[in-house]
T-cell receptor, first 116, second 111 residues
Framework: NAGVMQNPRHLVRRRGQEARLRCSPMKGHSHVYWYRQLPEEGLKFMVYLQKENIIDESGMPKERFSAEFPKEGPSILRIQQVVRGDSAAYFC??????????????FGEGSWLTVV | QKEVEQNSGPLSVPEGAIASLNCTYSDRGSQSFFWYRQYSGKSPELIMFIYSNGDKEDGRFTAQLNKASQYVSLLIRDSQPSDSATYLC???????????FGTGTSLTVIP
């Protein structure tokens, strides 16, 4: 499958636990974006990464959230000490090159996090 | 002011009619514009992108861009019930790395 792959598709965590969401970009893409979508709301940008670099994390909450895109392996969005308000759909998208260059981004199927 | 604004709807049209979805953006220098469709519980799916002023047609879909008015629209001709979804407008400003999304317009096509 050459599309953007996300896992897990559904994740249930108790308050205070950690959630790790993984994203493998489309083949040939080296730019990854993470978005969060709360129920009945729009997509909110979180972070933009290239391999081994965080380019723009202006949408990331200051605490408990982190992201990485190592040289080998998928990009990971990590949420520590989850709270109920973290329950949302987390979408990963990838592009061949970065913003401002006329590239399009393609989305994975999303990871639905439920905090109980 | 939000970077991208859309009327949240809901917009209802009868089957076979033309659905018109609108979007405005704030960064006058933006160059790339996109329309995504999102079914409930699913991820956004790219429908069209447009870079130049004017119209761009792809099957039943036409994207229209007016940079002077900072306005992008999507027309869906011969609307089908399967077109019922939320339509997201996205803009890629030249100075940033983000793709800004509107909150989406909910479209219902009534059989």
């Amino acid at each position: 499958n050459a599309g953007v792959m996300q896992n897990p598709r559904h994740l249930v965590r108790r308050r205070g636990q950690e959630a790790r969401l993984r994203c493998s970009p489309m083949k040939g893409h080296s730019h990854v974006y993470w978005y969060r979508q709360l129920p009945e709301e729009g997509l909110k940008f979180m972070v933009y990464l290239q391999k081994e670099n965080i380019i723009d994390e202006s949408g990331m909450p200051k605490e408990r959230f982190s992201a990485e895109f190592p040289k080998e392996g998928p990009s990971i969005l990590r949420i520590q000490q989850v709270v109920r308000g973290d329950s949302a759909a987390y979408f990963c998208a990838s592009s061949q090159s970065g913003g401002g260059s006329g590239n399009t981004i393609y989305f994975g199927e999303g990871s639905w996090l439920t905090v109980v | 002011q939000k970077e991208v604004e859309q009327n949240s709807g809901p917009l209802s049209v009868p089957e076979g009619a033309i659905a018109s979805l609108n979007c405005t953006y704030s960064d006058r220098g933006s160059q790339s514009f996109f329309w995504y469709r999102q079914y409930s519980g699913k991820s956004p799916e790219l429908i069209m992108f447009i870079y130049s002023n004017g119209d761009k047609e792809d099957g039943r879909f036409t994207a229209q861009l007016n940079k002077a008015s900072q306005y992008v629209s999507l027309l869906i001709r011969d609307s089908q019930p399967s077109d019922s979804a939320t339509y997201l407008c996205a803009v890629n400003p030249p100075t940033g790395n983000q793709f800004y999304f509107g909150t989406g317009t909910s479209l219902t096509v009534i059989p």
